[in-house]
């Protein structure tokens, strides 16, 4: 495969390349957030894709900057797109993809601090309608019927319902796992 990428997008995030063996896509690492409130919920937000114009359900979440890393760009998406910043981070898990090539790193927050929402949130260039809190269960249950936007965040979270400790940890479990 030739080492030179064509950027498909102006901002750099996806790139091309071709071979006699087909195309090959790559588009840069990112990140999401299951942010746990204090008490107990995870926040789900409904965000406008520009490429549909369809509302989606998604959670916090974003590509890695360059020269960043996984969890700074996890607290950094959260706020961005919530306005809520993350003091307490644990990966719980990774999800790669062939194509697009790539990866996504899931984290759940906790020890939420108010913080400011991006500018370009609060203009209004990336809708987000609501942020709703959501118990453990209803994001299972969410993650199940394939409600979220993005497959991989499905299977994030079926990964994450394999880890009592960490729910527990976050307050999403009770000591009996319901």
């Known amino acids: 495969m030739s080492d030179t990428y064509a950027n498909v997008y102006d901002d750099g995030t996806i790139r091309i390349d071709r071979s006699e063996h087909g195309w090959h896509l790559q588009t840069l690492p990112a990140v999401t957030t299951l942010l746990v409130t204090e008490n107990c ?5 409904k965000e406008k894709k520009d490429s549909t114009g369809r509302w989606v359900v998604n959670c916090p979440g974003g590509m ?3 020269g960043e890393s996984s969890e700074a760009a996890a607290a950094r998406e959260a706020e961005e797109e919530t306005g809520l910043v993350p003091t307490k981070l644990t990966k719980f898990a990774t999800v790669r993809t062939d194509f697009p090539d790539t990866y996504v790193d899931y984290y759940l927050g906790g020890n939420l601090r108010q913080g400011q929402k991006a500018s370009w949130v609060i203009a209004g260039d990336e809708e987000i309608e609501s942020a709703k809190e959501y118990s ?9 019927a394939t409600e979220f936007h993005d497959p991989r965040l499905c299977v994030a979270v079926l990964q994450l319902a394999r ?3 960490l729910l527990r940890d976050f307050g999403l479990l009770d000591g009996d796992g319901a």
């Open 41 to 45: 919920k995870i926040v789900v937000i």
């Open 136 to 144: 453990w269960n209803e994001v299972y249950e969410m993650a199940l």
């Open 64 to 66: 890695i900057e360059q």
């Open 163 to 165: 880890q009592p400790e």
